[in-house]
Nanobody
Framework: VQLQASGGGLVQAGGSLRLSCAASGRSIRSYGMAWFRQAPGLEREFVTVISRSGGGTYYTDSVKGRFTVSRDNAKNTVYLQMNSLQPEDTAVYYC??????????????????WGQGTLVTVSS
């Protein structure tokens, strides 16, 4: 499955962005879908994951209450709505797909498929 992330850009602190991850080649129905991010000079970190059906989600503590992950399996697309953005959210955001079990989906090693990343820059 090929993944294409989009929707990044420059936004002021307190603003919002919605990222999209469009899949092609295969249906994402069989995959848990996640977003990771990598800030300058730091390692890539887990942000959120959504289950195959969309009924289960998990967020890293720093984005809880501000970010919302969703998916539209009919459109083969996953979304990340980011509100109340802060400068520390500045990073390249990657979407990823995995058919591993739910308990392993916070680790990037579980993901076989990755998008190219989209840059989010939050100014103070």
């Amino acid at each position: 499955v090929q993944l294409q992330a989009s929707g990044g850009g420059l936004v002021q602190a307190g603003g919002s962005l919605r990222l999209s991850c469009a899949a092609s080649g295969r249906s994402i129905r069989s995959y848990g879908m996640a977003w990771f991010r990598q800030a300058p000079g730091l390692e890539r970190e887990f942000v959120t994951v959504i289950s195959r059906s969309g009924g289960g989600t998990y967020y890293t503590d720093s984005v809880k209450g501000r970010f919302t992950v969703s998916r539209d399996n009919a459109k083969n697309t996953v979304y990340l709505q980011m509100n109340s953005l802060q400068p520390e959210d500045t990073a390249v955001y990657y979407c990823a797909a995995s058919n591993a079990v739910w308990s392993s989906l916070r680790g990037e090693n579980a993901y076989a498929y990755w998008g190219q990343g989209t840059l989010v820059t939050v100014s103070s």
